[in-house]
T-cell receptor, first 113, second 114 residues
Framework: SQTIHQWPATLVQPVGSPLSLECTVE??????LYWYRQAAGRGLQLLFY??????ISSEVPQNLSASRPQDRQFILSSKKLLLSDSGFYLC????????????FGPGTRLTVL | GNSVTQMEGPVTLSEEAFLTINCTYT??????LFWYVQYPGEGLQLLLK?????DKGSNKGFEATYRKETTSFHLEKGSVQVSDSAVYFC?????????????FGAGTQVVVTP
């Protein structure tokens, strides 16, 4: 069966520091991968998605970037965090062959102070 | 573009009460529709889905029917439990979203009291 992992689970970082969040999927090949952010008390905002290694599409301009160095690995990064980057970051995947359902990871709670 | 509108929360209910969360959408063609649930501090879990008009998705006592004529996908449960306290998200995948992107509603928080 497929599983999706995210780490770290929680993170507290000072403003201006770098960021690296990791997401990995097991049990599937060539998944579509997605990064979402959920600000406190708000809905989900799609940040990036990827349909293959090295292929990244950005949905909104921001302080963040994403990379996909391996088929089942998706990384969210920032060179300098802003206070507004605080939130709950969720990674998700689909099978990439027309399947509708997205499956989500457990999330990373990021607090920027 | 595609959009999803959910009723605002929080919705507060007593245990064993009937729950309805309204969801309407705007999209061309026949999108796929989903309800996800998020328990406190966790990621989202798929609750149910429907991929064509008049389909009914159901899971864990929850039901939602894909109504093309009213562009709606309302979530219902006949008797809620305290463990149903969570945030519920309605979402759609449009027919032109070839990369599987989902459009989410803002979420509705449900609080069930004993």
């Amino acid at each position: 069966s497929q599983t999706i992992h995210q780490w770290p689970a929680t993170l507290v970082q000072p403003v201006g520091s770098p960021l690296s969040l990791e997401c990995t999927v097991e049990g599937t090949s060539n998944p579509n991968l997605y990064w979402y952010r959920q600000a406190a008390g708000r809905g989900l905002q799609l940040l990036f998605y990827s349909v293959g290694i090295g292929q990244i599409s950005s949905e909104v301009p921001q302080n963040l970037s994403a990379s996909r160095p391996q088929d089942r690995q998706f990384i969210l990064s920032s060179k300098k965090l802003l206070l507004s980057d605080s939130g709950f970051y969720l990674c998700a995947w689909t099978s990439g062959v027309g399947t509708d359902t997205q499956y989500f990871g457990p999330g990373t709670r990021l607090t920027v102070l | 573009g595609n959009s999803v509108t959910q009723m605002e929360g929080p919705v507060t209910l007593s245990e064993e009460a009937f729950l309805t969360i309204n969801c309407t959408y705007t999209a061309t063609g026949y999108p796929s529709l989903f309800w996800y649930v998020q328990y406190p501090g966790e990621g989202l879990q798929l609750l149910l889905k429907a991929t064509k008009a008049d389909d009914k998705g159901s899971n864990k006592g929850f039901e939602a029917t894909y109504r093309k004529e009213t562009t709606s996908f309302h979530l219902e449960k006949g008797s809620v439990q305290v463990s149903d306290s969570a945030v519920y998200f309605c979402a759609l995948r449009g027919t032109t979203d070839s990369w599987g992107k989902l459009q989410f509603g803002a979420g509705t928080q449900v609080v069930v009291t004993p």
